[in-house]
């Protein structure tokens, strides 16, 4: 097995193995039921997504200083995975809602800020996708995943300064859930870093293929221009 195969292989084990314990192992919350096992797939989530958007602004201030086309690969590529993961993290935590609060959604401040950061990201995967082979889009894109990162940030404040309904995921404090159980633990913590693999092996995946696509028009390019000049 090549060396991304292998990879990909790692990470789907490690997801693998994290769900058999969060279902199967790990004991219920108290008064949670079995909903409350979603938190094992939600949470991590949200580490895998920050984590992406994190390289994404990372590499979109290093192509915006050094044009570098790599960088802008990576970010586009860590965006696209990032609000893949935005996604998860939305959908499951309305899921786990719609059970315990009876509400699909509800205008709690960390929710609502990660909804503005899903927004922010999907908009630059949308002028990037739109934006098409027009090289001017790639600062606009940069600047706006470097602003986007700053949602994570207000996230973190706003769980502390802000009082809302979100549970409290690792002590039991404010309603939250607690993870009393080794087991809690070990599903919650083994699952951010099967998640963060499984997004590390995407991005790569996905810049390595933006590479080949990327090629594949500037060879069109120099075709039609050629047949221009015939």
């Known amino acids: 097995m090549r060396g991304m195969e292998w990879f990909g292989a790692l990470a789907s084990a490690a997801l693998v193995a ?3 314990v ?5 004991p219920e919350a108290v008064g949670e039921g079995a909903v409350q096992r979603i938190l094992y797939i939600h949470a991590p989530s949200a580490f895998a997504a920050y984590g992406c958007i994190f390289v994404a602004a990372g590499a979109s201030a290093v192509y915006l200083w050094k044009r570098s086309p790599a960088a802008d690969r990576l970010a586009a590529s860590a965006a696209e995975v990032g609000v893949l993961m935005c996604t998860f993290v939305l959908v499951t935590g309305s899921i786990w809602g719609r059970a315990r609060w009876n509400a699909w959604w509800t205008p709690d401040p960390r929710l609502t800020l990660m909804l503005i950061l899903w927004a ?3 908009s630059y995967v949308l002028l990037r996708a739109f934006g098409g082979d027009d090289e001017e889009i790639a600062p606009y894109a940069a600047v706006v995943a470097i602003a986007g990162v700053l949602a994570i940030p207000a996230i973190r404040v706003s769980s502390r300064l802000m ?5 409290s995921v690792i002590a039991p404090r404010d309603g939250g859930t607690g993870l009393a159980d080794p087991y809690m633990r070990l599903a919650l913590w083994g699952g951010a870093v099967a998640m963060l693999l499984v997004a590390a092996w995407l991005v790569t995946v ?25």
Do not use: F, K, N, W
């Open 18 to 20: 994290v769900l058999y």
């Open 206 to 230: 996905r810049t390595r293929l933006e590479r080949v696509e990327r090629e594949v028009r500037a060879v069109r390019r120099a075709a039609d221009a050629a047949e221009g000049v015939v």
């Open 120 to 122: 922010i990201y999907v």
């Open 163 to 167: 009082r809302g309904i979100h549970p």
């Open 22 to 26: 969060a279902l199967l192992v790990a």
